[in-house]
């Protein structure tokens, strides 16, 4: 996990200081605007009220805040140390939830994704919207009595405090960060193994239907499901690489800090850091060119902000 967040000097490891926050103040602002439009498109398009896009909705909202919250509260305690009261551990608290949560968000997405493709005619039954609620609020939850359980034992002794934080520490490394790695990349083999298997079913249904020349609505119903699985299928698998890439250094860290005698240099801690956050930043540009429902109502979005432009001029 993302431990001890602030820890590091500003000014060393790979980057210069200067440089290195730029590229985190950067990023936040691309994590917070472009994960803005995302959540203002779902929450304001009927279009987009599906409930696939509301786990999308969830983890955008998660993405945002991690842009928020993070690089902000990090210029305070730079720019001005007498106000950044808190003690290291509550801040790391606040900085690893919603990072911790955008990890659960995709997580629950995934697992959305792998029953309607892998399990059609159960999914259509089973996903109730109180089970949607529940599976995201869940994801918001879990999360939040992991990161702040260690303000429990904040007025114990030492030797009880780094018992406990090194026992959460490795509980976090296991579920927000190792497990879900390995789900995400398990889940996404079987999501795309079975929809070749569908893409190839599907071909030769329109095959047959062309042969008995009965094509017309159920040919394009099915070419139309064909397209729909293989947005998904794209999206996700852009989402989950993107993921795993950015969370290997975070997960070195976590490996040579906790469980092996190394050392983890400060260059690595430097890029680790902005990798986590790149990845919430970029997250929405996925959904905003792949996935096609979103993306269409962004044009429509801006070709209608840009036909007023005109008028009005």
């Given amino acids: 996990m993302n431990t001890s967040y602030s820890s590091i000097k500003a000014n060393e490891g790979f980057f210069p200081s200067m440089v290195y926050w730029s590229l985190k103040s950067i990023i936040s602002l691309v994590a917070v605007f472009g994960n803005g439009i995302v959540m203002w498109l779902i929450c304001t398009r009927k279009r987009l009220h599906c409930i696939a896009n509301w786990y999308v909705l969830s983890l955008a909202t998660a993405d945002f805040c991690t842009g928020l919250i993070i690089t902000p509260s990090e210029l305070i305690c730079l720019w001005k140390p007498a106000m950044c009261i808190w003690p290291l551990a509550v801040r790391g608290s606040f900085y690893n939830y919603p990072i911790s949560v955008s990890i659960c968000c995709l997580c629950v997405l995934t697992l959305d994704r792998y029953l309607c493709v892998l399990y059609p005619l159960k999914y259509t039954r089973c996903m109730t919207s109180k089970l949607v609620v529940g599976l995201i609020s869940s994801s918001w939850i879990l999360p939040g009595i992991l990161n702040f359980v260690c303000l429990f034992w904040l007025d114990a002794p030492i030797s009880i405090q ?99 005698p190394c050392t983890v240099s400060s260059s690595v801690v430097q890029i680790s850091r902005l990798l986590i956050l790149l990845n919430s930043g970029m997250n929405f540009a996925v959904y905003a060119f792949l996935k096609k429902d979103i993306r269409t109502e962004l044009c429509k979005t801006c070709r209608k902000e840009g036909n007023q432009g005109n008028a009005s001029v």
């Fill in 162 to 260: 780094d018992t406990a934080d090194k026992v959460v520490t490795i509980m976090q490394i296991f579920l927000v960060s190792f497990l879900p790695s390995i789900f995400l990349v398990y889940a996404y083999t079987k999501i795309l193994f079975t929809a070749i298997k569908q893409r190839r079913r599907s071909t030769e249904q329109i095959f047959q239907l062309r042969f008995n020349h009965k094509g017309g609505d159920s040919e394009h119903v099915i070419s139309q499901r064909g397209r729909e699985r293989s947005s998904t299928v794209k999206v996700l698998g852009f989402v989950i690489t993107f993921f795993v890439l950015c969370w290997i250094p975070s997960l070195y860290r976590a490996i040579c800090g906790n469980f092996l």
